[in-house]
């Protein structure tokens, strides 16, 4: 829900926005303009000595006025010629007659409050600060979930480019984009009379002055106490009424002057409610705060790029959810199909189910698991398909479904489909976690819990064929994988290691021009080999900046693309695609990394190195099985160090002299590597499962003596795993 409150205002109103911000960005600058312009205000000159200084030169004077630009201006009338000259404040010298607003200035101030729209423009640009301020609450607040509380806002954000851009922008100008918005929406409901005012009902009290002769301005006592930096406005009392006063308006309030004796005869306290609205209006424009108007410029200057990557990011959501044809409402629905995918490819299958269900004369909706709510339990049935991400954690559109789902209250029948790959220790562990949370909660359950391993179609076939015989009617699922669309990459190199112990690793490089997607190390390569439907993935060992796609490979007995790939020739070309891996990334900053690994996992940990440009403290843990043998990027890794990219190398293996593991070497470094983690560290572990379980239990100890656990690491995305 609060995504889509972000969403939805961003989306509708990013033109207006933008050029109300662009607007309100180009007249944020004139406060500071018309600062250099005019001479500063000071407070050591009287507003008696202002005021006699001007009236040497005029034969009258209607009033002294101090514009909130700073600029002091004289309404006069000499031999009965009226006019207006700028003055300077600390001599009352004259400084000419005051300039109008440019047109560019007059055409942009137009554009901004009204659009050029009139009163109904001024609406638009009231209902526009709203979502302005919709836009910046909801935004902050994901950012700051996204973070882990407000404790961590200021932490690095993790994600695409796109993702890491609109963040940094974000937190950047958010603050000044709630103060614009607030304080826009004031001004707007304010002009329509939709704010009532206080000070409005209160008649000012009439005074009247001693009557006396009109005494000398510079000598009057209630105008030598106010100083000039504090006056708004000074009116003069009329030529022909004795009893005519002064009238000085401050920051502080309104006085009235006696014009023969210089006795304040009666003085009016500013109210809370002028004070508000001043500041307010100040806030706004930036008068009278020249310093803040440019902060407050450079947020709104920065709503274009908002928009751009917001509607970029919000398209790219969108278009990477397939289109499920004939998805009726929730509330109408008799079926209800939740999907958890990190890749999509899950939703492929639920679009098959949703069309057999269809065919068969079901009404069926189909959403994330995300979007869970009681609308769903008012279905006779609801049907989960959920793959795992990783080694068992929630895939991205279900990461907040178990936190939702133990919210509801009601249940509804279910069945848990998991997907994912025998070949992990853990085989669809978060398919498992959700059939034992609805379980738990008492929800009837209409199938077993059942698991289809690589996305087999004929497992997912037979799971139909038992949903059909609960439904009691024939259930066909005919499910054919979208096949993704791949780009040939050509081989330039292939070093292998690790013959001689039995276990062969290639290092494949491939070539990549202007056409090629944007990558990172720690991204993901899909290979489709020849003749097949479902892609192999391979952690990237090189950035799109090394001009080269680099991945490890291990050759697996029987592996359909590994064998495929260790059997190619320099030359030769693989259909492959790029995947990005946000989860699996360096945090930005200064802050230490540790990089563990173990055999073909040294890949994207060498790729980090590798972009180590700043030469932040980097320490590598790599485990082989002979030295002589499988030390993958030995070479590369010693200029690494010598060039301060790499600050430290520790390697065991397992068949060298010592038949050491990786976590012997974790264990031995405890006070070494609770200290950096103490400073901030952040742990990257790359590398099959056994290991990262061994990994795990070693740093277990390491870390408990900072009164710390690894789970608050992960939740604070310093300990990141990319297991196989």
Known sequence: MLR?????????????????????????????????????????VSVATLAEAVSARHQEIDKISVRPSGAVTVSYADNGASGTEL??????????????????????????????????????????AIAMLALSLS????????????????????????????????????????????????????????????SASAMPAMVSGSGGSVAPVGGLFGLQSISVADLRELTFPAPNDPTDVYTAVTTQGEASVDASTGAVLAFTPA????????????????????ALGLLLGAASGSVPLLGVTGVLMWWRRRSSRPAIAGNVAARMADTVILVGSEGNTTWGFAG?????????????????????????????????????????????????????????????????????????????????EVSEAVAAKGWPVMMALKRIDRQSAQEFAAWGRDLGTVLGHELELSHRARLPKTAPFELLSS??????????????????????PDFEAGDILGVLPPGETMPRFYSLASSARDGFLEICVRLRQGGVCSSYLHGMEPG????????????????????????????????????????????????????????????????????????????SLTTSFS??????????????????????????????????????????????????????????????????????
């Not at 480019?161 to 937190?171: A, D, F, N, Y």
């Not at 939702?404 to 669809?428: E, M, Q």
């Not at 070093?495 to 090629?516: H, M, Q």
């Open 352 to 432: 098959t189910l949703h069309a057999a269900l269809t065919a068969a004369g079901h009404r069926v909706h189909t959403a994330p698991m995300n979007a869970l709510s009681s609308v769903h339990l008012g279905a006779e049935r609801m049907l989960i398909l959920t793959a795992t991400y990783g080694d068992g954690a929630a895939p991205a559109s279900a990461d907040k479904f178990l936190a939702r789902l133990a919210g509801l209250k009601g249940n509804v029948p279910v069945a848990v489909l998991g997907f994912g790959d025998r070949g992990f220790p853990h085989f669809s562990r978060f398919g498992q």
């Open 87 to 128: 003055v300077d404040p600390a001599t009352g010298a004259s400084l000419g007659a005051p300039q109008p607003l440019s047109a560019p200035v007059r055409w942009m101030t137009e554009l901004h409050r009204s659009l050029f729209l009139g009163d109904s423009g001024k609406i638009g640009t009231g209902v526009a």
């Open 139 to 198: 935004g902050i607040l994901l950012l700051m979930r996204s973070l882990g509380g407000w404790r961590g806002y200021f932490a690095p954000i993790r994600g695409n480019l796109l993702t890491r851009l609109h963040g940094e922008i974000s937190r950047f100008a958010v603050i000044g984009l709630m103060l614009s918005s607030l304080s826009g929406l004031f001004m707007s409901a304010d002009t329509f009379g939709f704010i009532p005012d206080p």
């Open 655 to 724: 068949r060298g002299p010592d038949g050491s593991y990786i976590q012997d070497r974790l264990a031995a470094d405890a006070p070494k590597l609770r200290e950096l983690i103490r400073h901030g560290a952040q742990v990257l572990v790359c590398g099959g499962r056994d290991m990262a379980d061994a990994v795990t239990q070693a740093l277990g100890g390491v870390v408990r003596p900072l009164g710390i656990d690894l789970a608050t690491l992960k939740s604070d995305g310093r300990y990141v795993e990319d297991v196989y």
């Open 495 to 516: 070093e292998l290691y690790g013959e001689a112990v039995g276990a062969p690793v290639a290092i494949l490089r491939f070539a990549t021009d202007r056409r090629s």
């Open 4 to 44: 889509r409150i972000h969403s939805l205002p961003g989306v509708v109103f990013a033109i207006v926005l933008t050029v109300i911000a662009v607007s309100g960005a180009f007249l944020s600058v004139t406060p500071a303009l018309d600062r250099l312009a005019n001479p500063a205000v000071s407070s050591e």
């Open 271 to 290: 109210n809370a409610w002028d004070r508000a609205r001043e500041t307010i209006i100040m806030l706004h424009t930036g008068r009278g705060a020249w």
């Open 572 to 647: 030769e070309s693989i259909a492959a695609f790029v995947r990005t891996n946000a989860r699996f990334r360096p945090i930005m900053g200064r802050a230490p990394l540790i990089l563990i690994g173990a055999g073909a996992g040294i890949g994207p940990l060498t790729g980090f190195v590798r972009a180590n440009d700043d030469r932040r403290p980097v320490h590598l843990y790599w485990g082989g099985r002979s030295p002589s043998s499988d030390f993958l990027y030995e070479h590369e890794l010693a200029e690494h160090l010598a060039e301060k990219r790499l600050t």
